[in-house]
T-cell receptor
Framework: GAVVSQHPSWVICKSGTSVKIECRSLDFQATTMFWYRQFPKQSLMLMATSNEGSKATYEQGVEKDKFLINHASLTLSTLTVTSAHPEDSSFYIC????????????FGSGTRLTVV | DAKTTQPPSMDCAEGRAANLPCNHSTISGNEYVYWYRQIHSQGPQYIIHGLKNNETNEMASLIITEDRKSSTLILPHATLRDTAVYYCIVRVNSGSARQLTFGSGTQLTVLP
């Protein structure tokens, strides 16, 4: 089946540093990528939507200068958490819609970010 | 997307059927019912979806009431690996990509 490969699966970084998370679509083209964030014991919350070749659309309350999204190709989208702080520690998940089928939303395996 | 209501948690004995309810009383005629699940520290996984007819696949069955105001996801023989948060999502099946909106879901715990 269609797979979105997300990595790293976990990362620990120091406050003030930046972390890049990658999501690659392995056997299909991902025109649109959704980025979610999930805090412990909470549900997934949409952070931003990116379309290949254009600027991402951010949800209210999500700082676009802090969470940089690049979707330069149909198979790769990246989320960079800049100047990370402990409150950015969370589980980050990417998702995209498959071209085929009417249920086709597939998700990456998630990235556990811990900022110390 | 129509609002959904799910119980926060349920337990089920291993090998028994797990029946997870979802209320969606404001569902519109063109909205589908989707079920996803999220095993701890993993990304969500698609399970099944339906419009008005009952559906079955290799993972589960979906029973939608005649008035479509509620549905039940059935895992016929639950295993320990089915322990997860199950999300019921109601939305129009659009050809264009649109984000999934997740509620709080039901934490299903399968007990040995």
């Amino acid at each position: 089946g269609a797979v979105v490969s997300q990595h790293p699966s976990w990362v620990i970084c120091k406050s003030g540093t930046s972390v890049k998370i990658e999501c690659r679509s392995l056997d299909f083209q991902a025109t649109t990528m959704f980025w979610y964030r999930q805090f412990p014991k909470q549900s997934l919350m949409l952070m931003a939507t990116s379309n290949e070749g254009s600027k991402a659309t951010y949800e209210q309350g999500v700082e676009k200068d802090k969470f940089l999204i690049n979707h330069a190709s149909l198979t790769l989208s990246t989320l960079t958490v800049t100047s990370a702080h402990p409150e950015d520690s969370s589980f980050y998940i990417c998702s995209t819609k498959l071209d085929r089928g009417n249920y086709g939303y597939t998700f990456g395996s998630g990235t556990r970010l811990t900022v110390v | 997307d129509a609002k959904t209501t799910q119980p926060p948690s349920m337990d089920c004995a291993e090998g028994r059927a797990a029946n997870l309810p979802c209320n969606h009383s404001t569902i519109s005629g063109n909205e589908y019912v989707y079920w996803y699940r999220q095993i701890h520290s993993q990304g969500p996984q698609y399970i099944i979806h339906g419009l008005k007819n009952n559906e079955t696949n290799e993972m589960a069955s979906l029973i939608i009431t005649e008035d479509r105001k509620s549905s039940t996801l059935i895992l016929p023989h639950a295993t320990l690996r089915d322990t997860a948060v199950y999300y019921c999502i109601v939305r129009v099946n659009s050809g264009s990509a649109r984000q999934l909106t997740f509620g709080s879901g039901t934490q299903l715990t399968v007990l040995p």
